[in-house]
């Protein structure tokens, strides 16, 4: 965050949040900076549907995950629910549900914070909007970070899965509480340092400005490119990085695990024919 008291940009301002109106020249630094969300054409169709999508369908699918994960997280917890699970597999089973409901929970409460949070049409903010500062600069690391540990938490239970299944005599061994826990952690790690980048692609100028009295000082904050978007070669090897350990790396696994899993369900129900047995 730099400080900035230019005259000219200062006035700029005072006229900007003075008539509440936005300023074209910083709107197109903030999409500039931020190519993540480019800006949508100005239309009455196009804001309608933003403004749809905005106040209906993210609260209701984000409310609808608030309740289902925290009810999940809620049953899973209980005293009679872990006693119930005197198998050591089965806790660690549990573990992993647990984890994976709160890295949902903290998506669906990521995404209406950034929602709410962050105004994409503007890239000037008064000093009362600190908040959406922050929401500006930090929401789309942590949603995104968020959203990576939900991908390697499902990838968790998915090889606990396939060891149970599949390699019942190693399970044995490496499925465990504690070894579910460490994954869980590591998810989330792994998950962070991957969206690290993301806070390189914005930056705040703030600007010290007298009021129209002359007797006190107003701050204004400003978005600008951060170091990220002036690198290309830099911009493309974290991209790249995002995307294989975020998606393509986790992706493969579970198609692995799953493929795995199938062929051990055929296997056993060709082995029950054989038997004269039907498994349900």
């Known amino acids: 965050m730099t400080d900035n008291n230019s005259a000219s940009e200062c006035s700029l301002l005072r006229s900007i949040f003075s008539d509440d109106v936005e300023d074209t020249e910083l709107v197109s630094t903030s999409s500039a900076a931020n190519t993540s969300f480019p800006p949508l054409p100005a239309s009455p169709a196009?804001?309608?549907?933003?403004?749809?999508?905005?106040?209906?369908?993210?609260?209701?699918?984000?409310?609808?995950?608030?309740?289902?994960?925290?009810?999940?997280?809620?049953?899973?917890?209980?005293?009679?629910?872990?006693?119930?699970?005197?198998?050591?597999?089965?806790?660690?089973?549990?573990?992993?549900?647990v984890g994976l409901a709160v890295a949902d929970l903290l998506c669906c409460v990521t995404a209406l914070a950034v929602t709410y949070g962050r105004d994409y049409d503007t890239a000037a903010y008064s000093e009362d909007q600190q908040v959406r500062v922050l929401a500006a600069i930090y929401g789309p690391f942590v949603q995104n970070a968020c959203a990576k540990s939900n991908m390697w938490l499902t990838v968790v239970v998915a090889v606990g899965r396939y060891m149970v299944i599949c390699r019942p005599l190693q399970a044995r061994y490496l499925v465990s509480v504690t070894a579910t826990r460490l994954a869980i952690l590591a998810a989330?790690?792994?998950?962070?340092?991957?969206?690290?980048?993301?806070?390189?692609?914005?930056?705040?100028?703030?600007?010290?400005?007298?009021?129209?009295?002359g007797h006190t000082?107003?701050?204004?904050?400003?978005?600008?490119?951060?170091?990220?978007?002036?690198?290309?070669?830099?911009k493309m090897a974290f991209a790249i990085l995002s995307t294989s350990l975020g998606f393509l790396v986790p992706v493969g696994i579970l198609v692995f695990c799953n493929y795995c899993l199938i062929c051990s369900l055929k296997q056993s129900n060709h082995m029950a024919r054989l038997c004269g047995v039907t498994f349900i």
């Open 46 to 97: 196009v804001d309608r549907l933003k403004t749809i999508i905005t106040t209906a369908i993210i609260p209701v699918f984000c409310g609808f995950g608030v309740v289902g994960n925290f009810m999940t997280i809620v049953i899973l917890s209980q005293r009679r629910m872990t006693t119930a699970m005197s198998c050591r597999i089965k806790r660690a089973s549990r573990a992993g549900l």
């Open 188 to 213: 989330f790690i792994v998950a962070v340092l991957i969206e690290l980048h993301t806070l390189w692609t914005l930056s705040v100028v703030t600007f010290f400005c007298p009021t129209s009295d």
């Open 217 to 234: 000082m107003t701050r204004y904050f400003v978005l600008v490119q951060g170091l990220l978007p002036a690198d290309s070669r830099l």
